[in-house]
C-alpha cells in the first residue's frame, strides 16, 4: 500500500507557473502507474495526465497537453506536475494517484487507481 502527498500548491495569476510534488511512501512506487486528477465544486474528477511506471509513455488530457508536464523519479519516490501558462480554468483541488501494475501501461480513468493522496489547492486568478 501506498502513502501518497501532494504539495506545491497556491495562488497564482493567469500566465504563471506551479510545480506540484507528490511523494510516495511504500515498497511499490517504482511497480505503479501514476497520474495526475483535479476536481472543482460541483465538477466530477478530471484526468490530467498519466505516466507509466518506467516513465517511457506520458499522456496528457487534451485541456493542459502543451502547457503541463508530468514527470517521476523513482529513486526519490515523488511524481512532478509541472504547470505551465496557467488559466482560470485550471482552479482546483489536485490529487496523485497510483496503480501497481505487472505491465508497462499508462491509465487514464479514476476507478483503475488504488492509493489517493489527499489533495492540494491550485488557485488561478487575477
Known amino acids: 500500500q501506498l502513502h501518497l502527498a501532494e504539495s506545491g500548491g497556491g495562488s497564482v495569476q493567469p500566465g504563471n507557473s506551479l510545480k506540484l510534488n507528490c511523494g510516495g511512501s511504500?515498497?511499490?512506487?517504482?511497480?505503479?502507474?501514476m497520474g495526475w486528477f483535479r476536481q472543482s465544486p460541483g465538477k466530477e474528477r478530471e484526468f490530467v495526465a498519466t505516466i507509466s511506471k518506467f516513465g517511457g509513455i506520458v499522456y496528457y488530457a487534451p485541456a493542459v497537453q502543451g502547457r503541463f508536464v508530468i514527470s517521476r523519479d523513482d529513486f526519490k519516490k515523488i511524481l512532478y506536475l509541472q504547470m505551465n501558462n496557467l488559466k482560470e480554468e485550471d482552479t482546483a483541488v489536485y490529487y496523485c494517484a497510483a496503480r501497481p501494475v505487472v505491465s508497462d501501461q499508462i491509465s487514464l480513468r479514476a476507478s483503475d487507481y488504488d492509493d489517493w493522496g489527499l489533495g492540494t489547492q491550485v488557485t488561478v486568478s487575477s
Open positions: 511504500g515498497d511499490s512506487f517504482r511497480n505503479s502507474v
